[in-house]
């Protein structure tokens, strides 16, 4: 499967952006699919997931109440809806998948080239 996210880019703090993941390849209801960031200097580290069927997510502390994570087979297209953006949340962020159920990053399979989100104070 081939991955490419879309819809980064700069916003203030506490406004809002949607990122899409766009699949190809194969369907992406055989796969969970998940959303990674890494700002400069730090680790990749876990943001989202959904589970094959939607109905399973999963967030990082720091982001929940906040981003939405969701699939749409129709267009083989996963999304993490942004609320409330904080200068924090400043990274590249990643769309990745996998046959397995997990959050560590390394355990991904498949990834897609990442997407900037500039947050400003």
């Known amino acids: 499967v081939q991955l490419q996210a879309s819809g980064g880019g700069l916003v203030q703090a506490g406004g809002s952006l949607r990122l899409s993941c766009a699949a190809s390849?194969?369907?992406?209801?055989?796969?969970?699919m998940g959303w990674f960031r890494q700002a400069p200097g730090k680790e990749r580290e876990f943001v989202a997931a959904?589970?094959?069927?939607?109905?399973?997510?999963r967030y990082a502390d720091s982001v929940k109440g906040r981003f939405t994570i969701a699939r749409a087979s129709a267009n083989n297209t996963v999304y993490l809806q942004m609320n409330s953006l904080k200068p924090e949340d400043t990274a590249v962020y990643y769309c990745?998948?996998?046959?397995?159920?997990?959050?560590?990053?390394?355990?991904?399979?498949?990834w897609g080239p990442g997407t900037q989100v500039t947050v400003s104070s």
């Open positions: 990745a998948a996998d046959e397995d159920l997990t959050s560590v990053p390394d355990a991904y399979e498949y």
């Open positions: 390849g194969r369907p992406i209801s055989s796969y969970v």
């Open positions: 959904i589970s094959w069927s939607g109905a399973w997510t």
